[in-house]
């Protein structure tokens, strides 16, 4: 089984559009997602791969999008400003530093397209999510990827020393696919110490599960940065497609400059309900870490190190070829994510509901007897 990550499922759109408006079209074409797997025990498959939430919008966000659906026939363009303003005011932003877009991955692809180039690099960790290096590379532009440090952290040093010529340094907080945090000083280090002319991009996709300050206050304060937030991660609406870019309105206008789209207005009056329940942040976030400890705590018992993780996936270094495990653990009905080329051995692994994990460690127990933790 060749598993598909979200990184070639869901630019294609957003990528092509801008490649037409740039000349600069996508090197590869868009797959299309591989079959279900064998069903579970439930008579479903179990899919932990690919770091979707499996509690899907909330109750509030679900009744917002089905009230809003007779009136689906007209665009509803008042709503963006509803949903940039709310942000906006919970974070203590100007209106102005708000764009919003559907999903996160736009406004990375266009972060590409208008910081990189032929003479201007991109700087990444590895692994990450690639999706921006892609891009980057496609638009003419050498990728710098520096590895990350022992913890799972940002090596921002090398970062900031991988390229003179960086057009854009991008930093994914807490990091995908690892789950792990890069301390915000080490961050605001980078900021600071960045190359001349460069614009650091600061993916928050994941920032909600964490206990780590947002780098939002850099954005009201003027610098060189755009933070990205998404409404697929806690908010569990992957599949309705929303997503923020945060930043002085002249970076802003640089992204925009590759055109726009009406947003749909189900995802558009979900993600207000959204950002206007407060208990539903908090929860989700302890759930998922109790979820999620609990699995890594399991897995390092049996001797199967993992790396620490303030996100709602993990890294699991199963001790054989990474991809043939995601590929046999499929098999018997539960989706994993896959490895990274610099990580063979590693795989990650979405945190899913109680019962799915509890599904998810019977049959890695299955594939991947216990050995001693210093295995």
Not at 278 to 286: A, D, H, N, S, T
């Amino acid at each position: 089984m060749s598993p598909v990550s979200r990184r070639t499922f869901l630019r294609g759109s957003g990528l092509a559009a801008a490649g037409l408006a740039t000349g600069v079209l996508p090197g590869t074409v868009m797959a299309l997602p591989p079959p279900l797997p064998a069903a579970g025990a439930d008579g479903s498959p179990v899919l932990l791969n690919f770091n979707e939430c499996p509690l899907g919008p909330s109750p509030a966000a679900q009744e917002a999008a089905r009230a809003i659906l007779p009136r689906g026939g007209r665009y509803q363009f008042g709503l963006r400003g509803e949903l940039a303003a709310e942000f906006a005011r919970q974070q203590g932003l100007p209106v102005d530093h708000v764009a919003v877009y559907a999903g996160s991955s736009e406004p990375l692809d266009r972060a590409a397209l208008a910081f990189t180039g032929p003479d201007r690099s991109l700087v990444l960790p590895d692994p990450t999510f690639e999706a921006v290096a892609d891009t980057a590379a496609a638009h003419g532009a050498r990728v710098h990827r520096v590895p990350l440090l022992a913890d799972g952290s940002h090596d921002v040093r090398a970062m900031a020393a991988a390229a003179t010529d960086a057009g854009l340094l991008y930093a994914c907080n807490p990091n995908n696919p690892t789950g792990s945090v890069t301390a915000r000083g080490q961050l605001e280090w980078l900021l600071a110490n960045r190359p001349a002319g460069s614009v650091l991009l600061v993916d928050e996709a994941y920032i909600e599960y964490s206990g780590e300050r947002s780098m939002l206050d850099h954005v009201r304060a003027g610098a060189d940065l755009v933070v990205l937030r998404t409404f697929s991660k806690i908010y569990g609406m992957a599949g309705m497609r929303l997503g923020l870019a945060l930043g002085r309105p002249d970076l802003l206008a640089k992204l925009a400059a590759f055109g726009s789209n009406p947003l749909p207005v189900t995802a558009l009056a979900a993600g207000l309900a959204s950002l206007r329940d407060p208990g539903l942040v908090p929860e989700r976030r302890q759930a998922n870490a109790l979820i999620r400890e609990q699995a890594i705590a399991w897995l390092q018992a049996r001797g199967y190190p993992c790396l620490p993780s303030q996100a709602n996936c993990f890294m699991v270094d199963v001790g054989s070829d990474g991809k043939a495990f995601s590929a046999a653990m499929a098999d018997r009905g539960v989706l994993i994510g896959r490895a990274w080329p610099v990580w063979p051995t590693r795989v990650r692994v979405t945190v899913g509901t109680a019962g799915e994990m509890a599904r998810f460690r019977e049959v890695f127990a299955q594939l991947a007897p216990a050995r001693s933790a210093a295995a």
